[in-house]
């Protein structure tokens, strides 16, 4: 059967075989998808136009997470998001932050015949090959250092400051997409092109400007379907009796939209939700659990005040702040106790020894927690230059 696009109305293709439009964004780890809804041409132009300055807002969030995109992409890497000691640092995915650039100093003194070479690199690797760089461009190699000191230094910039960009109407235009797109799922492609969503799509394609159509909304979510803290969730309710469709779209776990679809709906009861968490990609779907109750179908006609706003941002940054502190947490202690394991695997686990790997574990963990700079001397034997 062939479809007409049902935002320019005029390419047509197969049933199935138009292009792949994700009810939750890729880009903020979305997964399921419908391929009778658009062709190409505008999936790409409503892409850029609105679903990119979604994205764009959203990033801080997605690379602090470490979300992993529909098509199993990383976040991206943040670069210049904090400063410390004159160094800038990027935000990678998981929320660790890295020394931005490397940081050669070189002091020549050639009345001695003497070089000053000072190196601040990522990671011991990566600061031995930049030495060898070095000693090479002098026509030597590491072997013939005089005197060198090593450091590995842990720093933490002072603060990460980036910007959680929300409200823009190209972003909430992307968010009614999100919902038509997933009520596009479950009904049949005809009735998606029966003229009751007629708004909603004029609305998407930017034809019209209706600031009631979708919105932020502080109305309690249903509690199914759930799959993580930082889900992302799309619910569609449609009601035979109201003739109403509504969608409500969450993101991140906290950000609340809700989508007037249609309010000539001419089908059946629908009830249906959709959870996805963005970090694994795991999803879940429910069919008719989801309860509304009158608020979700009662207009609100205020935006959010000052105070729903913040609490809305407060739940969000929590979660991602709390999914940081685990991953972090996890990282230090298999780092520490596999350095552990190479200094003393295939001795006797002694007492003395469990304390001294839990101390380094504590005083690792409190260091991240505090965000204490630590240095730690490494021998000439350790960096491998004797
Ligand atoms: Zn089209």
């Not at 210049?80 to 100093?105: A, E, M």
């Not at 009345?111 to 002098?138: C, D, Y």
Request: a negative charge.
């Amino acid at each position: 059967m062939k479809l007409t696009c049902i935002y320019c109305k005029t390419e047509e293709f197969e049933q199935g075989r138009g292009s792949e439009e994700h009810a939750v964004l890729s880009s903020l780890g979305g997964r399921k998808a419908s391929k009778s809804i658009c062709c190409q041409k505008c999936n790409t132009a409503l892409g850029n136009e609105i679903d990119e300055p979604l994205t764009e807002g959203l990033r801080i969030l997605s690379t602090f997470l470490g979300v992993v995109t529909g098509r199993g992409k990383d976040a991206a890497t943040l670069k210049s998001y904090g400063t410390h000691n004159d160094k800038k640092f990027d935000l990678l995915p998981g929320g660790r932050v890295q020394q931005s650039k490397v940081k050669i100093d070189r002091e020549i003194d050639k009345e001695n015949g003497v070089a000053n070479i000072s190196v601040s690199a990522r990671n011991l690797e990566e600061a031995k090959n930049l030495l060898e760089q070095q000693m090479k461009s002098f026509g030597k190699s590491v072997k013939d250092f005089k005197f060198g000191e090593i450091t590995e230094r842990i720093e933490y910039p002072e603060s990460i400051s980036g910007t959680l960009d929300l409200g823009l109407v190209s972003q909430h235009r992307s968010i009614a997409k999100s919902a038509l797109t997933y009520i596009a799922t479950m009904i049949s492609p005809e009735r998606l092109r029966s003229g009751c969503f007629y708004q909603i799509i004029e609305y998407i394609v930017g034809d019209i400007e209706d600031l009631e159509l979708a919105k932020m909304t502080t109305v309690k979510f249903p509690a199914s379907p759930h799959i993580s803290d930082a889900q992302h969730r799309i619910i569609i309710s449609a009601s035979s009796e109201r003739k109403i469709a509504i969608g409500l779209v969450e993101l991140f776990g906290g950000l609340k939209f809700k989508v007037i679809l249609t309010d000539c709906w001419e089908g059946p009861d629908l009830q249906k939700g959709y959870a996805v968490n963005p970090l694994n990609g795991e999803q879940v779907e429910h069919v008719d659990t989801v309860n509304l109750n009158n608020d979700h179908w009662n207009d609100e006609t205020s935006n959010l005040n000052e105070e729903e706003y913040k609490d809305m941002m407060c739940k969000v940054f929590g979660v991602a702040y709390g999914h940081h502190v685990r991953l972090e947490r996890e990282r230090i202690i298999s780092e520490i106790t596999q350095d552990f394991c190479k200094e003393y695997g295939g001795k006797d686990f002694t007492d003395e020894l469990k304390m001294m790997l839990s101390s380094r574990i504590a005083k690792a963990i409190a260091n991240s927690i505090y965000k204490v700079d630590e240095n730690r001397k490494i021998s000439q034997d350790e960096f491998e230059i004797t």
